[in-house]
Structure formats: structure tokens, C-alpha cells
């Protein structure tokens, strides 16, 4: 297995945190309350989807704490939300990293690669916000906090490889194919609803349960919401397999990459 993707980060590091940061900056450039528009966003999205399905709805999810605590349905939520607009945000603009930075692909010495990392740190950032409203909101409704949440970031990890390596190859694919871009956003709802978010898994008719282990945010939503809501140890077994799968979609990913790279120039 080919260590080049983390060479590359470690190489270019600088290069990848200055425009990490120019790129959240430019998110918020020129609106009246910039930066605190990252977390308004996230308590809106609590605020609408608790009014929805916790209020108007009523749905219920079994959800104890093994202190016997309750755990809010609106934190359930909002728990697997934050992990599917994570990977949403990378994957639903990876067809357009390439083609909307024309200049970088003219210059040969510019690593094209780092664009992925730069999209991730972008991502990471909202995320690291919606996760303290996340903690901010449990806090208030349990009145209690697992130290488990300390493994938060060691449950997470395995999903960045993931992200890097079809973030690799839709930026490559969207240069060739520009309809790429509508169809992530399609895909990137499907796995919205197709999966442990708005309801678990045990509820779904058994021929369902098995489809939705195929999309690649259900075990990091199960383990995540193990870890930093109910205080239960993860499943390690599951998150080894999951690794094992994220770093060969980061190889293959970064291998077409570098492969088609020759051809940017070409077609932009």
C-alpha cells in the first residue's frame, strides 16, 4: 500500500492549512454576521429538525443510557447529522475542486492533490463546531456526559480516508464528466435516508437492514453515537474492517487522481 496521500499531506502541510483557512474565510466573506453564520447554522438545523420530528411527528427512539438516562431524540439526530454533512460537504463539491481552480491545474508545480485536504480541513471545521453545539445540547437535556465522548475522534478517523479517497476521484471524474456534480447531490440525500440517521437500523423490514450496511456512513454513525451519547464502548471489530475499507478507497481514489491529472490541462 503506496504511503504517497500522506507523504503529500506531510509535504505540502503549509501550503494545505493556509488554504484550508482562506477557504473558510472565503465561505463567510462579505455576509453581515461572517464567521458566526458556522454556528448558527448547525443550532437552525437543530432547532427545525427537533420542531419536525421530535414535535410534529413524534417519533421516538429507543434511546437509555446504561445509568439509565434518557437520551433526547433531537440529539440522535442532530448526531447523525453531523457526520452526514461531514462527508457531504467533501462529497458533493469534490466534482467542481478541479474545474473551478483552473489556475492551479496551469501550474506545473502546484499539487493538484492537496485539494481534497483542502475541502476536508473546511469540513472539519464545521463539523468541530456542530459538535460542540452537539455536547452543548446533550449537557443540557441528559444532564450528563460519558467519558467515552473522549473517543470521539479515534471513531471518526477512519471516516477521513474514506471522504479523501472519493473526494480523489469525483474532482478527477467531474474535469472529464461535468454531470457528476448533480448526480453526488442525489446520492449524497439518498444516504441521508438510506441509513441509520433518522431511525435505527433494527427498525427496518430484515431484506432493507442489509442494504443500508452498504452505505458508507452507517458504522461510523452507530459507533459515534455509542461514544459520545450513550457511554458504550465501539465496536472495534467493525471499526478495523471499516479502516481496512476506507484506506483501499483513499488508494484507488488518489491513484486515479494522479492518473488522469495529465489530461486536466487538455479539457480545461
Not at 469525483?170 to 440525500?189: E, H, K, Y
Not at 451519547?229 to 465501539?234: A, I
Not at 474492517?241 to 483501499?248: K, N
Request: glycine share 6%.
Amino acid at each position: 500500500m503506496s504511503l504517497e496521500p500522506l507523504r503529500s499531506l506531510v509535504r505540502n502541510r503549509t501550503l494545505i492549512w493556509q488554504l484550508g483557512k482562506r477557504d473558510i474565510a472565503g465561505r463567510y466573506r462579505g455576509s453581515v454576521f461572517g464567521m458566526f453564520w458556522s454556528l448558527f447554522n448547525p443550532l437552525l438545523m437543530l432547532a427545525v429538525y427537533t420542531l419536525v420530528f421530535g414535535v410534529v411527528l413524534r417519533v421516538r427512539w429507543s434511546s437509555r443510557m446504561p445509568d439509565g438516562g434518557e437520551v433526547d431524540f433531537s440529539v440522535i439526530l442532530f448526531s447523525g447529522l453531523i457526520i452526514h454533512t461531514l462527508f457531504s460537504e467533501c462529497f458533493t463539491r469534490a466534482p467542481t475542486l478541479v474545474t473551478s481552480n483552473p489556475n492551479f491545474v496551469k501550474r506545473i508545480v502546484f499539487p493538484l492533490e492537496v485539494l481534497p485536504y483542502i475541502a476536508l480541513i473546511s469540513a472539519l471545521f464545521h463539523g468541530a463546531i456542530s459538535f460542540l453545539v452537539l455536547i452543548a445540547a446533550h449537557l443540557v437535556l441528559a444532564k450528563t456526559m460519558a467519558w467515552t465522548i473522549i473517543l470521539t475522534p479515534i471513531v471518526l478517523l477512519p471516516l477521513l480516508p474514506m471522504i479523501l479517497g472519493l473526494t480523489w476521484f469525483l474532482a478527477a471524474l467531474g474535469v472529464f464528466l461535468r454531470d457528476v456534480g448533480q448526480i453526488t447531490a442525489v446520492i449524497s440525500t439518498v444516504l441521508l435516508f438510506v441509513g441509520p440517521i433518522f431511525f435505527p437500523i433494527d427498525k427496518l423490514p430484515a431484506a432493507f437492514q442489509s442494504l443500508v450496511v452498504f452505505n458508507p456512513l452507517s458504522v461510523i454513525v452507530i459507533e459515534f453515537r455509542k461514544v459520545a451519547l450513550y457511554g458504550v464502548m465501539p465496536d472495534w471489530g467493525a471499526l478495523a474492517l471499516y479502516t481496512l475499507v476506507s484506506l483501499v478507497v483513499a488508494q484507488l481514489g488518489f491513484l486515479w487522481f494522479k492518473h488522469t491529472r495529465r489530461g486536466f490541462a487538455d479539457v480545461l
